[in-house]
């Protein structure tokens, strides 16, 4: 960065510069442009990271409530039928009709937050990657760095096909509702919540998130675990496994309550593009150094692991979920995983995804 300050103290006086570099194999001048290029490229990058956090902000002030007023009405309805599941001959049925009520009234609110979501998804996806295509532009012809350039056509993508997909999933899961096919969706447990807000903290609405276990109607096309939104589908996921791909799920959770429905649009992209997507060693090696800079499946496979093979350090006993206790991550802990001590990364992924949403209405329930 330069920056020249209170030249109007200097006027009349000469003024000398040192142009100073780190590393100069390019030469003075292109040196100058390269360098220039770069600060370009870097102030295009920071104004769009400023928008999408504003849009994303936006988005889930507005969506936390209508989620939350999905997920009370389908409480409310389960506990009347509950209510009225003791009346004689017909209780089983009006039990089973009020929680059909509320499913259907969820599965529409959850399908009006995705239109939401999709709108200012777009909005946000094609501002933020207008400014990185422009801006990496120039500034990736004088540096010879086209990474911002490329980042600004994955917004565009990314936001719009996101948008796209989020609205048809959520259309899909309020057929499931009007036919009974989520018949088994559930809040998470007391366990299964306490076990994901240790890991992610305040950074989910955890009272929004749901769970649908076994058959899942028009999702049955695969048996793969996968989350629309905040509707995790675990398919008829094995007991030894079901909390890490649980953890790996909410992490998807994550991704659409702090990014937006373009995470969506991400991960169908790593799955279809990216060898090994959930492989997020070998995008270590292939360069990566941040979180940030993994796919989505690579994201979410980050802290499953890490459930998993993180502990605290002997004598403590090795207790899958240790590794996240302390708030920030402490130094007895230890993360290996392929041979592979993989601690600093781990600890460094989790303080950047744990934050405080207590402003949400639904951490008020």
Request: proline share 4%; net charge negative; hydrophobic share 45%.
């Amino acid at each position: 960065m330069y920056e020249l300050r209170d030249l109007a103290a200097l006027q009349g006086q000469r003024i000398h510069f040192l142009w100073q570099r780190d590393e100069d194999s390019d030469g003075p001048v292109l040196g100058f442009f390269r360098d220039l290029g770069s600060g370009v490229s870097q102030a295009a990058d920071a104004v769009a990271g400023a928008v999408e956090a504003v849009v994303n902000a936006v988005e889930e002030v507005v969506t936390d409530v209508i989620e939350t007023v999905a997920t009370a009405a389908r409480s409310l309805f389960d506990w009347l039928g509950g209510a009225l599941s003791g009346i004689p001959l017909i209780g089983g049925a009006l039990q089973a009709v009020f929680h059909w009520i509320g499913g259907v009234i969820g599965g529409f609110l959850d399908l009006v937050a995705s239109l939401v979501k999709a709108i200012l998804g777009i909005v946000g996806g094609v501002v933020a990657g207008v400014v990185r295509l422009v801006g990496g532009a120039i500034g990736g012809l004088l540096s010879w760095d086209g990474r911002t350039f490329v980042k600004g056509f994955n917004d565009v993508v990314g936001g719009v096909s996101g948008a796209l997909i989020g609205v048809v999933l959520k259309l899909g899961s309020l057929v499931n509702a009007v036919f009974g096919q989520e018949w088994s969706s559930r809040p998470l447990t007391p366990a299964e919540r306490d076990l994901l807000r240790r890991i992610y903290r305040g950074s989910i609405a955890f009272y929004n998130v749901r769970v649908v276990d076994g058959a899942s109607g028009v999702f049955s096309v695969n048996d793969d675990p996968f989350t629309v939104g905040n509707t995790i589908y675990m398919k008829s996921t094995p007991p030894a496994d079901y909390l890490g791909i649980l953890v790996h799920e909410c992490c998807h959770v994550w991704q659409y309550q702090n990014m937006g429905s373009r995470y969506l649009g991400d991960a169908a992209g790593a799955q279809a593009f990216v060898p090994d997507a959930y492989n997020w060693q070998a995008a270590l090696d292939a360069g990566a150094r941040r979180w940030q800079d993994l796919n989505r499946e690579a994201q979410a496979e980050v802290f499953r692991d890490a459930y998993r093979f993180g502990r605290k350090r002997p004598p403590a006993p090795a207790v899958p979920g240790d590794f996240f206790l302390d708030d920030p991550v402490g130094d007895d802990v230890s993360f290996v995983a392929g041979g592979r001590d993989n601690t600093d990364f781990a600890r460094a992924s989790t303080a950047w995804v744990r934050g405080d949403w207590s402003w949400r209405p639904s951490s008020w329930l």
